[in-house]
């Protein structure tokens, strides 16, 4: 199956693709963590982070370390860990001196570290190699005749460095609110290939269920993509195993040395804080602040990194009936309504899983609906929501 960028209607289609397979099932975990945040499957979020539908980084390839590059795709990536109230992603001091595969396989691993599943031990040579073969033709990797049991392989293809790339695995790979998708392999009628490359992401085969020797293998091809708008050709390959046809092959890229590159934060039960970090919102990239109150003033106009649609109905006798949706599953939402020095505080209810309804009763005029969001872990972030709701 595969994954397209699609953008919103008046704005600029972009091209890109990402695709899927699996051969086999990988095993169960053997001793994750209790996750510490995020959403874990196979439970998946409702809908594609709206933000990333036309969201597009100034980047100029994989190998464009400019400010302005890392700031736009980390702002991508952090709009998807906010939503799922984690901390934000911290890149390791050596970024610039991996390889594109190496760092494909890094950001693989803050995924999973970041919801308290086990590392993967490390990148292996037959798997890179089939890995490889999968870059350079420009779909998914097999196992490369290896004789190997078991593996799960993404590709992806036209985006510009891996950070976007698990930016849309992770975050982008069901429907948007509006019913589009990236994911050729998902639609509002066909789910069964919705999340597919994220559960393969967050797959949850502990380094003990492989027996000290986890297969994985990472690759990049500068070119081997040819369906890319705007000349875009690079293509990424990432594939996870549970044997190979030499699972003694030593490792050519461990986990264990690479986290002594990260913060310590990045080291401690996913603890970096969100002050100073970009995030990607519907009204461009804000700045977050924790401040050392963690108010709700510190932050209190960032809007919503998730996906909220909202329905309302107005009666004559001024009653308000008024429906928010959202893309992430929150604690509450509180609802207040205000016009000139008269406030009306809404009793919010929730209705679904996603869905909460909010009523009262307003007097004729202009109100300005303010609509908070309560999450599991805030960060000190606590997004809000604004409306125009005239009663006649």
């Known amino acids: 199956m595969a994954l397209r960028k699609t953008a919103l209607v008046a704005l600029t289609v972009i091209g890109a ?9 990988l095993p169960a975990a053997g001793s994750a963590r209790t996750p510490r945040g995020g959403i874990l499957p196979p439970a998946n979020p409702q809908y594609s982070l709206a933000v990333l539908q036309y969201l597009w980084p100034s980047c100029s390839g994989a190998y464009d370390y400019s400010s302005a590059c890392l700031e736009t795709s980390l702002a991508m990536l952090n709009a998807g860990r906010l939503n799922e109230q984690l901390g934000p992603v911290v890149l390791p001091a050596n970024w610039q001196q991996l390889t594109v595969a190496q760092q494909l396989f890094v950001l693989t691993e803050l995924e999973r570290t970041a919801r308290g599943l086990p590392a993967d031990t490390g990148l292996a040579a037959d798997w890179d190699a089939a890995a490889q073969v999968g870059a350079d033709a420009g779909q998914d990797p097999t196992s490369g005749g290896s ?59 502990a380094a003990t269920a492989c027996h000290a020797h ?19 050709r690079e293509s990424y390959a990432e594939i996870f195993g549970i044997g190979g046809g030499n699972s003694s092959d030593p490792l050519d890229f461990t986990w264990a040395t690479e986290q002594q590159q990260l913060p310590t934060c990045e080291r401690t039960n996913d603890s970096c804080g969100w002050a100073g970090i970009k995030v990607a919102t519907a009204s461009g990239i804000k700045t977050a602040d924790s401040g050392s109150a963690q108010s709700s003033r510190s932050t209190g106009d960032l809007r919503p990194s998730f996906a909220v649609h909202f329905s309302s109905a107005v009666s004559r006798s ?75």
């Open 318 to 392: 001024g009653h308000v009936s008024l429906q928010i949706r959202t893309g992430v599953r929150l604690l509450g939402v509180s609802v207040v309504a205000r016009f000139g020095s008269r406030h009306v505080t809404l009793r919010a209810r929730r209705r679904s899983k996603y869905v909460f309804g909010a009523t009262g009763t307003l007097t004729p005029g202009p109100w300005t609906v303010t609509i908070r969001y309560r999450q599991r872990r805030d960060h000190g972030v606590r997004p809000m929501s604004k409306l125009r709701l005239t009663v006649l």
């Open 214 to 232: 986890c297969a994985v293998g990472a690759a990049f091809s500068t070119n081997g993509f040819a369906g890319g708008e705007a000349g875009r």
């Open 147 to 205: 004789g190997a049991h078991g593996f799960q392989a993404v590709w992806a293809g036209g985006q510009p460095n891996p950070i976007v790339v698990m930016t849309d695995w992770v975050y982008a790979d069901g429907v948007f609110p509006d019913g589009a998708s990236q994911n050729l392999g998902c639609s509002g009628s066909t789910t069964s290939g919705c999340w597919s490359h994220r559960d393969t992401v967050l797959h949850d085969s």
């Open 17 to 25: 693709l990402i695709s899927l397979s699996a051969a086999a099932v």
